[in-house]
């Protein structure tokens, strides 16, 4: 099959645009979000634990390898930075930030293809993953929103913060988007490293194991007994999917640069998490097998 139920441990996995996104079960179509913006559907309790299971503790991290990569870096580190110091180690309010600020880079990278495919009047593959990226994010959002409680201050904050990085975001992508899906892959980076850090507390008795939100049952096909933790486990495997294909998407583009192949004719990103020297690699047509 084109893709595999999980991409974090031994497996090898494939993103295709010409691939459906869904599988494991039959769920239901909604005219709220996309079915096939996560390919995470979990129905039974024993499909959790073998997610968990899946998940490598030696995550991968993209080592900067140039001047836009390196900026990329240095930016994230800044903003973790930030969200370390405003937010500590209450990580629920950090996710609300993050997953904010997440929505927002699929959306803009997808309005622009979109607007450079009508202009070219060229097919450009690219879109549809992306506004899946975008629609996704959203959906980690509604299920942080429904337990985390954000204050009035930060109700305040939350659309003036998006806003703003929507307009240097979009700017940045015309100018760079090599560098703005690099910064992408480091923030999912830090996602991971949050959400694997927010199970632990759920653990350790920190946070609270409340029952899953109905909109995340509803989204990623939850048991009915869902909790927190189980709808964590999901949004960590999302973002890790996240994670490998904007650091592909920053290499394709750089690849292009080089051999003047035009990034949106394909969409067909190869995950090989067992060799952390070459755990991306891009297919030549959206289509192979």
């Not at 509604?142 to 954000?150: E, F, Y």
């Amino acid at each position: 099959a084109l893709l595999q139920p999980v991409l974090l441990g031994g497996q090898c996995a494939r993103l295709s645009a010409a691939a459906p996104r869904l599988h494991r079960c039959n769920v239901k179509e909604s005219s709220v979000y996309h079915r096939h913006s996560t390919r995470y559907h979990y129905p039974t309790r024993q499909s959790l634990i073998e997610l968990e299971s899946a998940f490598r503790p030696d995550q991968p991290h993209h080592e900067p390898e140039n001047f836009v990569d390196r900026m990329a870096y240095r930016t994230i580190k800044m903003v973790w930075a930030g969200e370390d110091w405003y937010f500590g180690t209450n990580y629920l309010q950090c996710a609300v930030v993050l997953e904010t600020i997440g929505s927002v880079p699929g959306l803009v990278a997808a309005l622009w293809h979109h607007l450079r495919s009508l202009a070219k009047l060229e097919l450009c593959h690219w879109v549809k993953p992306l506004q899946d990226e975008a629609e996704n994010e959203r959906m980690h959002l509604m299920g942080i929103m429904a337990v985390a409680n954000p204050t009035r201050r930060q109700m305040l904050l939350l659309p003036v913060l998006q806003k703003a990085f929507f307009f240097f975001y979009f700017i940045a992508y015309v100018i760079a988007p090599a560098y703005c899906h690099r910064v992408v892959g480091y923030i999912e980076e830090g996602g991971v490293r949050m959400y694997t850090q927010m199970i632990a507390d759920i653990d350790k008795g920190v946070i609270e194991n409340v029952p899953a939100p109905q909109v995340a049952k509803d989204y990623w096909n939850l048991p009915a007994d869902a909790t927190l933790r189980d709808m964590i486990l999901v949004i960590r495997a999302d973002e890790c999917d996240h994670r490998m294909v904007n650091h592909h998407l920053s290499d394709v583009i750089n690849e292009a640069i080089e051999t003047h192949h035009r990034p949106c004719d394909d969409f067909d990103i190869h995950l090989h998490p067992n060799d952390p020297a070459d755990w991306l690699k891009r297919g030549t047509h959206t289509g192979a097998q």
